[in-house]
């Protein structure tokens, strides 16, 4: 309903998986790869949820790991202390970046045919993870589970009475029931965890800037903010929310995640995108989601592997379809214009398949746009 900020309704809650397939395979990922501790992840992370989609948005605006970063720790099994530096000096650059009127300043720049790119980008990234890595991970078990998924939620996306969402996850937790959890192990787990405090030395800083914060940066830029900003214009166009909040809310997640030993973390287009997509409208879909991170956090984190077994990678690859076309969705707004299109569509494939390419993508598209009559060009053509 228009002025609820949050709603507890079975749509919220609904949307609360919107993106939980980008989210948990990532956090796990950290968790085993880089021997985190799993309760000051869950935990940091359920909090800050709360905290911006509850007291600072009430809107549908999640919080999501660094992707960039996530993909290095994983790959290159770095320490928690090089992450959590990078998290304090990617905190540190967005805020100057923010306060300078920087970081509005590239919002204001970067044409829409441009951020439509990133977004259709972003999308292409998702959709491919989804089919290439999610449903196929458990064979042709997996595959009948996602199939089965996928046409509940073909059957009821935008149905506000049955979300699906709810019974697309339903259904991936009465399979794990029946085929993989180990109950036994399940309840001996149980226990009540705290977050561990970390300290900052400067060379975890200085390397987690070189090797972590830096490459991250160009995609926080191009669809953490310009994106994120953009997509809520669209599907909530009465917000008030600009370049300069999102940029500060940023900046102030990442200051204080590494303290409690947390994730470096952003807000995203996908991520919105996919609680829009299964159905929430205000900021409870974000509060419902931190929740249960918290609670895995603060009851599970002793046998969280075990937890990961209620979500399976082919329904979490589902989720992570839906919200990826979602998100390639908003490319139609530039197809009207042949050039605007075809310059979307450009960096769209550059954003997803090349390496660092959401910053190629956003500076070659925009400087292409700003110097290259491609108009002009196509009606040669």
């Known amino acids: 309903m228009p002025g609820k900020r949050i709603q507890f309704d079975r749509n919220e809650f609904s949307g609360a998986f919107g993106d939980i397939g980008t989210d948990l395979p990532l956090l796990a990922g950290m968790i085993l790869s880089c021997g985190l501790d799993s309760a000051s992840v869950f935990i940091t ?24 970063v996530a993909v290095i ?44 790119g990133v977004q259709l980008g972003l999308g292409m990234a998702l959709c491919t993870l989804a089919l290439k890595d999610y449903v196929p991970s458990q064979g042709m078990p997996g595959w009948i589970l ?49 977050p561990h405090w970390w ?16 490459p991250q940066l160009g995609l926080s830029i191009a669809n953490s903010v310009v994106a994120t900003h953009k997509t809520i214009k669209d599907l909530f166009p009465q917000s008030s929310v600009s370049v300069r909040k999102i940029g500060f809310t940023y900046s102030i997640m990442n200051l204080m995640a590494p303290w409690t030993s947390g994730v470096p973390v952003c807000h995203g287009a996908g991520g919105l995108a996919g609680h829009y997509a299964f159905g929430a409208r205000t900021g409870g879909s974000v509060v419902i989601y931190g929740g249960l ?15 990961l077994k ?29 050039a605007d299109l075809f310059l979307a569509l450009v960096v769209g494939v550059i954003a997803a398949f090349v390496p660092y390419g959401y910053l190629i993508a956003m500076v070659g598209g925009t400087v292409i746009a700003r110097f290259v009559p491609l108009d002009r060009t196509m009606r040669l053509g």
Not at 45 to 68: C, E, N, R
């Open 146 to 194: 996602a199939g089965v998924g996928f046409v509940i939620v073909l059957l009821l996306l935008g149905n506000r009475k049955f979300p699906p969402a709810l019974l697309v996850i339903g259904l991936g937790i009465a399979y794990a029931a029946v085929f993989r959890l180990d109950f036994g192990r399940l309840t001996d787990g149980i226990g009540l965890s705290h």
């Open 45 to 68: 992370y359920g909090a800050l949820q709360i905290l911006t989609g509850g007291v600072l948005y009430g809107l549908p605006v999640p919080v999501q790991p660094l992707k960039a």
């Open 310 to 338: 209620i979500f399976p990678l082919p329904i979490l690859g589902v989720v992570l379809l839906f919200e990826g076309v979602a998100l390639m969705s908003f490319v139609r707004s530039v197809a009207s214009s042949k």
């Open 199 to 214: 300290t900052p030395t400067m060379p975890d800083i200085w390397q987690g800037l070189l090797v972590l914060a830096l």
């Open 73 to 116: 720790m994983i790959a290159q099994k770095l320490p928690g202390g090089v992450m959590y530096g990078a998290g304090l000096a990617i905190g540190a650059i967005m805020l100057v970046l923010t306060l300078t009127g920087l970081l509005q300043w590239v919002a204001r720049v970067i044409p829409e045919s441009v951020v439509r």
């Open 293 to 307: 991170y918290l609670a895995i956090g603060l009851f599970f984190s002793g046998c969280f592997d075990e937890v």
